[in-house]
């Protein structure tokens, strides 16, 4: 079983459409979560950093973490063609990032 | 400020061979990690530098190497290259402490 599993998609949406994107894990050392975007042929660019259960907002993009279940998501509203990319789950524990496998989104103008 | 930037963006070697990979980290960030990402994968932590030291490493053979210079620019070693080891290869900056990570765009290495 993998410490980080993610849902690889492809997820296809109309826009203006309220996506979510999830993750589960399995390490209950993982402290720091993460949510990173990544273009085709691109490197993963940074979106949301959470460390606390709860929510937290940032323009259209809310990062949700739920320790107790081991579950975090990423609800994008509003969704947009240039939201088409890859969403990485990343978790952090002792220095190293542990990433999910990726989810591929394309929003359809 | 400057971001990560990572040199060369495209590779091609042939198995066997040695490739370096170089890296620098964004302006005033001391911390280097660098990352494998095979396609459709999401990037694996090979190791991590800081203070131009190996400060975590992840399940990759010692024949993956790098070092960390006192700019805190750092440098990646694959030697006996093999078809496996082709993928994209990324560097993230950091300051120790934090756990903020931005990735350069990426080196892809092609072993054929």
């Known amino acids: 079983q993998k410490e980080v599993e993610q849902d690889p998609g492809p997820l296809s949406v109309p826009e203006g459409a309220i996506v979510s994107l999830n993750c589960t894990y399995s390490?209950?050392?993982?402290?720091?979560f993460m949510w990173y975007r990544q273009y085709s042929r691109k490197g993963p660019e940074l979106l949301m950093y959470?460390?606390?259960?709860g929510n937290k907002e940032d323009g259209r993009f809310t990062a949700q973490v739920d320790k107790s279940s081991k579950y975090i998501s990423l609800f994008i509203r509003d969704s947009q063609p240039s939201d088409s990319a890859t969403y990485l789950c990343a978790m952090d524990s002792a220095r190293q990032l542990t990433f999910g496998s990726g989810t591929q989104l394309t929003v359809l103008p | 400020e400057t971001g990560v930037t990572q040199s060369p963006t495209h590779l091609i070697k042939t198995r066997g061979q040695q490739v370096t990979l170089r890296c620098s980290s964004q302006s005033g960030h001391n911390t280097v990690s660098w990352y494998q990402q095979a396609l459709g994968q999401g990037p694996q932590f090979i190791f991590q530098y800081y203070r131009e030291e190996e400060n975590g490493r992840g399940n990759f053979p010692p024949r993956f190497s790098g070092l960390q210079f006192p700019n805190y620019s750092s440098e990646l070693n694959v030697n006996a290259l093999e078809l496996d080891d082709s993928a994209l290869y990324l560097c993230?900056?950091?300051?120790?402490?934090?756990?903020?990570?931005?990735f350069g765009q990426g080196t892809r290495l092609t072993v054929v």
């Open positions: 390490n209950s050392a993982f402290q720091y």
């Open positions: 959470t460390y606390s259960s």
């Open positions: 993230a900056s950091s300051l120790e402490g934090l756990t903020e990570a931005f």
